[in-house]
């Protein structure tokens, strides 16, 4: 899966969720949106580095310690 698709995907589901709130007004979709792709993302990168946690925060960009910090948000560890 291409950036693109990964994008097109996020914004598709972006708009369905407005489309279900049918006029509602949202409420704090920053964070909700954080917090949903952040888990799988989590998941799939600590799975393809072994669950090597310095690996997985160099190829994500983040501290080690910032790292175990989501992980234990997540509850992944």
Same mark, same amino acid.
């Given at each position: 899966?291409?950036? *693109? *698709?990964?994008? %097109? ?19 704090? /979709? ?5 917090? !949903? ?6 998941? /799939? /990168? ?5 669950? *090597?946690?310095?690996?997985?925060? %160099? ?5 080690? *310690? ?6 234990? %948000?997540?509850? !992944? !560890?």
């Amino acid at each position: 899966m291409s950036k *693109n *698709n990964i994008e %097109e995907s996020v914004r598709e589901s972006l708009q369905s969720y407005f489309r279900d709130l049918d006029g509602e007004s949202p409420d704090g /979709v920053y964070d909700m949106v954080i917090r !949903l792709v952040e888990k799988p993302l989590l998941e /799939v /990168v600590m799975s393809q580095a072994n669950e *090597n946690q310095s690996r997985a925060a %160099e190829w994500l960009g983040l501290n080690r *310690n910032t790292l175990r910090k989501k992980l234990v %948000e997540h509850k !992944l !560890l």
